[in-house]
């Protein structure tokens, strides 16, 4: 399913795609290009969680070229959550960097968070809610307010003081990331709530960093039904030892 790395890796990026072979392209070229020029040590995971397009050979056309670059897949889809947590269980890299395939907070604003960790941080997540976001393209209104009052509910029954759990762009230590995405139990959108609870309650230090965010059409969460799903599964997880 991928090609092994050797030895450990400053950076793993991991990036799930579902139906994806419109937009991926478009991001890699950008995020590549960045990787590649900053001269780090990289692995760039892309996980295809069983796409009814051509993601998957989008995705081995890029592993191709480049040999940071690894593909793997899951089959049949299984939802953002454990495509995520396929994609981490085979990264090797001392700090783990997921997001979203649209990366709707640009792969630039990954030094906010390597700063958030050098100032004490486990886990720095992204927020569009913290004073020094920039939101360069708004969401439609209706998906801000759903985006609210979800939030007020995952506070109320997880993670209080966390003001935006679901911006798709957050930076883990290695093993932590290993550790609880190993320990996922939530295949689909909750996923960024457990594993953050599981961060927290292993006394670990999350930090919100405000980043630029673009609104990307084309979202693939339903701001109403899904917020739903998200609240029904973080219930579950709460009552699980």
């Not at 439609?140 to 609210?148: A, I, K």
């Not at 930090?207 to 979202?219: A, G, I, L, N, Q």
Request: proline fraction near 5%; charged fraction near 25%; charge should be positive.
């Amino acid at each position: 399913m991928f090609r092994a790395v050797s030895g450990a890796l400053e950076l793993s990026v991991v990036v799930p795609g579902y139906n994806e072979a419109e937009r991926l392209p478009r991001s890699l070229e950008k995020v590549v290009a960045w990787l590649e020029a900053s001269g780090r040590a990289y692995e760039l995971i892309l996980v295809d969680d069983g796409s009814r397009d051509g993601t998957l050979e989008v995705m081995r056309s890029w592993e191709a070229r480049y040999p940071s670059i690894r593909v793997v897949y899951q089959r049949p889809n299984r939802g953002k959550g454990r495509a995520l947590a396929t994609g981490v269980a085979v990264s090797v890299g001392a700090r783990v960097l997921v997001s979203d395939a649209d990366f709707s907070t640009p792969i630039q604003e990954l030094a906010k968070l390597e700063a958030a960790f050098d100032a004490g941080a486990d886990v720095a997540i992204g927020s569009r809610a913290r004073p020094g976001s920039q939101i360069e393209i708004p969401q439609p209104f209706y998906r801000v307010l759903g985006g609210r009052a979800l939030n007020i509910a995952i506070q109320a029954l997880a993670l209080p003081g966390l003001w935006d759990t679901q911006c798709g762009f957050k930076l883990f230590s290695g093993d932590l990331a290993r550790e609880v995405f190993g320990k996922l139990h939530t295949d689909g959108f909750a996923y960024d709530v457990e594993v953050l609870w599981r961060a927290r309650r292993a006394g670990c230090k999350v930090v919100e960093v405000p980043v630029v965010w673009r609104h990307m059409e084309d979202s693939r969460v339903s701001p109403f039904r899904h917020s739903f799903q998200i609240i029904r599964d973080v219930v579950a997880m709460r009552f699980r030892p």
